[in-house]
């Protein structure tokens, strides 16, 4: 059973910066695509970042310019910088693992 374990939200101040993790058990992640998603108050949940296990990466374009998605290099851990951040980033962070396997969820606030 593969469990995804994030970390990182809070609350931040707009033009602030934070980083998401998450640690995925076993090894099934390394060898398939990781990424993020969130769900805003309200609103459908939407993909914001994702990396392939070779590398490829996406981003949603009104993250673009302010969020790196990154793995380590065990590939089992998927990192989230998120900077300049504004209020509509506020949402609910998940990661994701293949197709299959998701985290709990971490909150990132971005409000003064």
């Known amino acids: 059973q593969v469990q995804l374990v994030e970390s990182g939200g809070g609350l931040v101040q707009p033009g602030g910066s934070l980083r998401l993790s998450c640690a995925a058990s076993?090894?099934?992640?390394?060898?398939?695509?990781m990424g993020w998603y969130r769900q805003p108050p309200g609103k459908q949940r939407e993909l914001v970042a994702r990396?392939?296990?070779?590398?490829?990466?996406n981003y949603a374009d009104s993250v673009k310019g302010r969020f790196t998605i990154s793995r380590d290099n065990a590939k089992t851990t998927v990192y989230l910088q998120m900077n300049s951040l504004k209020p509509e980033d506020t949402a609910v962070y998940y990661c994701?693992?293949?197709?299959?396997?998701w985290g709990q969820g971490t909150q990132v606030t971005v409000s003064s």
């Open positions: 076993g090894s099934i992640c390394s060898v398939v695509g």
């Open positions: 990396i392939t296990n070779t590398g490829s990466i």
């Open positions: 994701y693992c293949g197709s299959s396997y």
